[in-house]
Structure formats: C-alpha cells, structure tokens
C-alpha cells in the first residue's frame, strides 16, 4: 500500500513538473511577442491594433532569443501576411528586440554590399565562379 502511494505521488510530481515546464515555455513565448509588440508599436507608420502577430518559431541562447514572426491584418487572408526575423535580449521578466546593428543587421542594408564577400559586381566586385557575365551598361529587357 505505501509503494502505491509513493509511485502515485511520484507521477503526480512529475505531471506537474511537465506542466510547469509547458507553461513556462508557453509564457516565454507570449513575452517574445509582446517584445515584437512593444518594439513595433514605436513606429508611427504602423497601426498595431490592426495587426496579428504570432511568434511561428523561436530559439532560446541564455539572455538572447531569436524569434520569427508571422505578421498579418486582422480580418486579411493568411497567406497575405509577412514573416519577420528579430532578436531579442532578456531584461528581467521581458524580452526586448535589439537594434538591427547588434543583431548583425541585413546583408543588404550597406549599400552596394555583396553579401558573400567583396563589393557587388555593379560596383567592380567579382562574381562567383561560373556566374553568367553582368553588363551594367546594357538596358534591361
């Protein structure tokens, strides 16, 4: 009877630390969008009660989360959305997206910048081997 009993308060114990664990992760995740929310809702050219935003995938490194983000309108059709990346650093209990210079940035935000290496064809770079040759001087069709 008292093997009952233990083996019985031992599944109980590990059913709520399941739980906990799934709420935890469930919480952390809400804080990940409200962060996206939060960030988002600085910009002056974006109506954020308008908007759906739902965190599709998150990867947790200590302090650091990085998070993408379906953003849709309300009311619009799924597939009408956009999907964004961001970065986020934990500051106490809430997460906060970090500019895009410390989260490495685009690799299309340098102007002219080719993002595998060396400056973009236009601007004298070379192009990978067996790249088609590109004629900047010719009008395109």
Avoid at 75 to 85: K, P, W
Avoid at 122 to 127: D, R, V
Wanted: aromatic share 4%; glycine share 14%; proline share 6%.
């Amino acid at each position: 009877m008292v093997k009952r009993f233990r083996a019985l308060l031992a599944m109980i114990l590990v059913l709520g630390a399941m739980t906990a664990c799934k709420r935890g992760a469930g919480s952390q995740e809400e804080a990940i969008r409200q962060g996206v929310i939060d960030y988002l809702s600085k910009r002056s050219n974006l109506n954020m009660s308008g908007m759906n935003v739902v965190v599709t995938s998150v990867i947790f490194r200590q302090d650091e989360a990085d998070a993408v983000v379906a953003i849709t309108a309300k009311g619009g059709a799924a597939g009408q959305g956009m999907s964004m990346r961001y970065t986020l650093e934990r500051h106490g209990e809430q997460w906060v997206v970090k500019n895009k210079a410390e989260a490495g940035g685009s690799p299309h935000s340098a102007g002219g910048a080719n993002p595998h290496g060396g400056a973009a064809p236009e601007m004298g770079g070379a192009l990978p081997p067996g790249h088609p040759s590109v004629d900047s001087t010719k009008p395109k069709p």
